[in-house]
């Protein structure tokens, strides 16, 4: 048995959540997300516990049990509080400004980067080395600060580019290091 499945997700007193079918919609003092479940899977309230169930012990089934169990409990936390991932930028000369909702990257090419903000994400620029990526979908988050790392994915050899502040880079010797 699934046993990140079978926990009840227990809601908070300021979350809402709305189960229509297969379409679950949280609404929370950051915002409100919806998502459509697998129609496999089924999904009962109980006051303010849900329960997750599966019809049964299929592979696909099995994987799905835990994945939407664990979904629908990253959208009760990200419209409780937001997520958000840190990210550095590491590199003589490499920058981040926040142009409006959006950043302006220098990293070292002949043009600046200009990174567009989604919607639902917002961005802290606390001081030019360091971007903070905020929103309520956690899936969103992570992608976003995906996306701004590969505009300049950190090098092993002197440790230039983004990172993610809690990410560590190998370094490793050179050519003159035998």
Partial sequence: MSRIGNAPITVPEKVEVKID??????????GTLEREIHKNISIEQDGNTIKVTRPN?????????????T????MI??????????????????????????LKLVLGYSHDVIYKAPAGITFDVPNPNTIIVKGIDKELVGQTAAEIRTKRPPEVYRGKGIKYADEVIRR???????
């Fill in 21 to 30: 079918g297969q379409k679950v919609t949280v609404k929370g003092p950051k």
């Fill in 57 to 69: 012990d299929e592979p696909s089934n099995r994987a799905l049990h835990g994945l939407t169990r």
């Fill in 172 to 178: 490793k010797e050179g050519k003159t290091g035998k």
């Fill in 77 to 102: 936390i990200g419209v409780e509080q937001e997520y958000s991932k840190e990210l550095q930028i590491n590199g003589v000369g490499y920058r981040v400004q926040k142009q409006g909702n959006d």
């Fill in 71 to 74: 979904l629908i409990n990253n």
